[in-house]
Every structure is written in C-alpha cells, then in structure tokens.
C-alpha cells in the first residue's frame, strides 16, 4: 500500500507537459517556409476591403498593395478614366485618399484659356508682293494688314516714302517757286535732302505709333507696324499732292482733297493698328492720333 501510495504521488507530482508554443503570423508578404515538418504560413493576407465612410461595403473595392496603407491603393492595375484617375472611384476627393494622374494631365480642363492680345501662332498668309501689298492698302486694307502683320515691309515702304519725300516739296507755293528759280544742282540737293527728311520723319512717326500701341496693350511687331505706317503717311497724301503740282496749294479742290485724305489716313491708321496689334478701334486710333495729328500740322496745315 505503501509503495502504491508513493507510486501515486511520483505520478501526481510530475509537472504537467507543455504544449509547443506557435510561431507569430509572419507579416504580410513573408513566410517562413516548412521548418521541421510544420506547415507553411500563407503568404497571402486575407482580403480586406476598404470601409466606406458612411458604412457597409464599397462596390469594385480594391486590396491594398502589400505593405502598404489600405487608402493608397495600386494606381496601376485601376482601370484608368477620364480624366487620368480611376473611374468610378468613390474615395478619390475624400481624406486620406488621392487621385493618380499622369504627367501632362489635367481632369479639371484643357488649360486653353483665351487671353485678349494674343497674336496667332502663325501668319495668316503668305507674304504679298509689292504691287499687291500697295493695291491691298487701297482696295482692302483689312485683310492686307492682316495678312502683313508678321512680314516687314521695308522695301515698299522706304522706295515710296523716298519719292513722295522728292515731290513734296512741288507741293508747296513757296518751297516749288524757289526750286525752281534755283541752280540745278542746288535744287537738286533740296530735293534730295528732302526726301531723305521724310524718310527719317516716317520712321520716327511709325516708332512712336508702335509704341503708343504697346503701351495700349498691343502685341504686333515694330517693323511690319513702322513700315506699314510709312506706307500709309505717303499714299493717302499723294492725291493731293498730284493736284496740288498743278493747281498749287491754296486752291480750293486742292483744300478739299487734303481734308479727305486726311480721314482716309486717320481710317487706315486705325486698321493697321487694330489688325497688327490685335487691339480694338478706339484704343488704335489713340495710338494713331499723334501720327495724324503731325501730318495735318507738318504737311497739310501748310496748303489747308
């Protein structure tokens, strides 16, 4: 009995047998592998879908890439849309969530906005010959400058100022009688000194126009717009000045003639402007005023 007893304490007291302790989940994207016949972790996590804000599930919910938080997502396996983000993507704009766009992108508009002034990417034609840029200044002057706003003119412009400059002087009662009644040579040198003057005064007239345009917002360039000036301060006065070799200056149809001539040059200076500078009519005919404003005084003012 005795041994019995002590056999039934020996085995009452031995210590319980431990359990084999498992092995913590390894994180998502690893696995332990089979160590000592155990079973491998699953490399996969199980899929979770992204909780929507006002409760239950969304539709079309897509897993989170491993490793990373569940509301950046993989922009690259998402079924691109308009726009540059996912289509029907319920968490695009709320917090913690953002849109994937693509470099030169944009899903708010095209970007193209009008901006007043802004001359065209390219001329709006080819560049005119001399005979039909001076015909157009006449019989079309709308499309003419327009067409001509990006092409200088200096040739047309320079020739037709020179010799309006040479005949200018005839225009005039006083200055003609005194050619006339001079040596050649130095009527001659009158003559050519004075289309050399009108030359140079177009060309500042044109440069002060130019500037006055910009200053008003406009965006043409200088040289279409100075020669194209030229070109206008000579052929409007020249019916005048045609009548005025034969009639003189103080004749009355001569008076008439200048007066409409003038007009004609304040309409032409304005569309000139207007078209090379992209301006409207009141702003090119400021710009304009104080080219007009020489010519009657300098030019017209002397037989009107």
Known sequence: MAGFRIGRGRANNRPPQQQPQQAPPPP??????RHGGGQA?????PQQQWPPTGGGHAPHAQQAPYGEPEYFGDPYHQQQGQGGYAAGDPYADNPGHTRAFSVGDDPYGDGATYRAGTAPAAPSGPRLHWKELLSGIVLRPGPTFLQMRDYPVWGPALVVTFLYGLLAIFGFDQTREEA???????????????????VIGGLILGAVTHTLARQLGGDGAWQPTIGLSMLIMSMTDAPRLVFALFLGGENSLV??????????????????????????????????????????????LGTI
Request: hydrophobic share 55%; aromatic share 12%; proline share 7%.
């Open 255 to 300: 008076q008439v003639v200048g007066w409409v001539t003038w007009l004609a040059a304040g309409a032409l200076f304005t569309s000139m402007v207007s078209k090379s500078h992209d301006l409207p009519w009141p702003k090119a005919l400021g710009a304009s005023a104080i080219q007009l404003i020489a010519l009657l005084s300098i030019i017209k």
């Open 180 to 198: 006339i009644k001079a040596p050649f040579a130095t009527a001659l040198g009158s003559v050519f000194i004075t289309g050399v003057a009108f």
């Open 28 to 33: 998502y994207g690893q696995s332990y592998g």
């Open 41 to 45: 972790a699953p490399s996969h996590p």
